[in-house]
């Protein structure tokens, strides 16, 4: 069964301080792994897709990168409006085909002015 | 474009009543999937439609839950009776295949309790 675990659950940044988040994956061969950010009140909205060990992606102050066993989010001087919850989910080749995404329980990101 | 839309937004029920949930997909979208997300755990796989047809319903927690699909556009789940576990947000996502890991988009999903 796929799993998981990401790190820390909560993370509080000065505005301008970097820091990175830990996605942590076990899989039965990997078709994608999946970054979203979710907002108080809102569904998950999608970020980056990585497919294969040593990829990376980056969007304004976001970068991601992915290992065979664990994919981090990067955030370079974070600023107020990035505080939300940054969800990591998996997809794995299921016998028969099939699309389902495993998540994470997610990281509270705060950042402080 | 308009997105994934659900409805209601919230719902509040007694346990033993009748609920059920709209989602709109992404027009276009053949992919339509259910997600649920119980309090303090982790957002959960319910099923997935392809057009009208249920592709994978391994994450339907019992036959109280019953989700359809007709004419390959919205879809509905009924939870019938509803109990208090199943109280949480009930996401719905949509995606277009494209033979590689597709991005699934989310609704703002319903925030159903059960009391």
């Known amino acids: 069964e796929d799993q998981v675990t990401q790190s820390p659950e909560a993370l509080r940044l000065q505005e301008g301080e970097s820091s990175s988040l830990n996605c942590s994956y076990t899989v039965s061969g990997l078709r994608g792994l999946f970054w979203y950010r979710q907002d108080p009140g809102k569904g998950p909205e999608f970020l980056f897709t990585?497919?294969?060990a040593g990829e990376e992606k980056e969007k304004e102050r976001l970068k991601a990168t992915l290992t065979k066993k664990e994919s981090f989010l990067h955030i370079t001087a974070p600023k107020p409006e990035d505080s939300a919850t940054y969800l990591c989910a998996v997809q794995g080749f299921l016998p028969g085909g099939g699309n389902k995404l495993t998540f994470g329980t997610g990281t509270q990101l705060k950042v402080e002015l | 474009e308009a997105g994934v839309t659900q409805f209601p937004s919230h719902s509040v029920i007694e346990k033993g009543q009748t609920v059920t949930l709209r989602c709109d997909p992404i027009?276009?979208?053949?992919?339509l999937y259910w997600y649920r997300r119980v309090m303090g755990k982790e957002i959960k796989f319910l099923l997935h439609f392809v057009k009208e047809s249920k592709q994978d319903e391994s994450g339907m927690p019992n036959n109280r839950f019953l989700a359809e699909r007709t004419g390959g556009t919205y879809s509905t789940l009924k939870v019938q009776p509803a109990e208090l576990e199943d109280s949480g947000v009930y996401f719905c996502?949509?995606?277009?295949?494209?033979?590689?890991?597709?991005?699934?988009?989310f609704g703002p999903g319903t925030r159903l309790l059960v009391l």
């Open positions: 996502a949509s995606s277009q295949e494209l033979g590689v890991a597709e991005t699934q988009y």
């Open positions: 990585l497919y294969s």
């Open positions: 027009s276009g979208h053949d992919n």
